[in-house]
């Protein structure tokens, strides 16, 4: 038995690659959504560009993790 020591490397740093990407994005959404100024009952509003930027990160790495899962069950395919 041989490992291909390559690509096994190539995997593992995609995928912390990957993760790291995908949560930053979360993140990004999650910082997004709560920034913004103080109203007089001390909520956080966002302005609208932020909280659409906010949504639409959620979005992208809600779809990047189903893709994921398209990738992985072979009964997606």
Known sequence: MKID???LGLVA???VVAAIAIVG?????????TSGGRTASGAAT???T???G???C???SGLLVLYGLYLIVPQFH
Do not use: H, K
């Open 25 to 33: 994005i979360f993140s990004l959404g999650v910082s997004a959504l």
């Open 13 to 15: 740093v995609t995928t």
């Open 5 to 7: 020591w390559a690509s």
């Open 58 to 60: 959620l979005g992208v």
């Open 46 to 48: 966002p302005s609208a």
């Open 50 to 52: 932020a909280r659409i």
């Open 54 to 56: 906010g949504y639409l």
